[in-house]
């Protein structure tokens, strides 16, 4: 994801608005919805898809994000997929894309 940096004003009513660079990037549109998340002292601000999402696991894949971002060795998984993940790391995956080899299921 690229780096940007955006200043919002704060209006009277507690309200800002979304930088239009950061509404794209998040590929946000009128009625999208976003995510405050406290971390810190920083507040990260992210796309909210899923009404319905396990707690539980977006800890865990935030947790694993990290460790990928910061090159840390992933144990249990198998080595190619770790090398893969660790490729991929802060690479948009589009999961409808075609696949440049063969898959098997």
Do not use: C, W, Y
């Not at 707690?55 to 144990?75: C, K, M, S, V, Y």
């Amino acid at each position: 994801m690229p780096e940007i940096h955006e200043v919002a004003t704060l209006t009277s009513k507690g309200q800002i608005t979304l930088p239009k660079s950061i509404r794209q990037v998040l590929g946000l549109d009128t009625g999208g919805k976003v995510a405050f998340d406290l971390r810190g002292g920083e507040v990260v601000v992210t796309r909210a898809d899923a009404e319905h999402e396990d707690p539980a696991i977006g800890a865990f894949l935030t947790l694993l994000a990290r460790d990928i971002e910061a090159g840390r060795n992933i144990r249990g998984l198998p080595e190619d997929l770790a090398r893969t993940m660790l490729e991929h790391a802060g690479h948009k995956v589009f999961l409808g894309d075609d696949f440049d080899e063969d898959v098997e299921i």
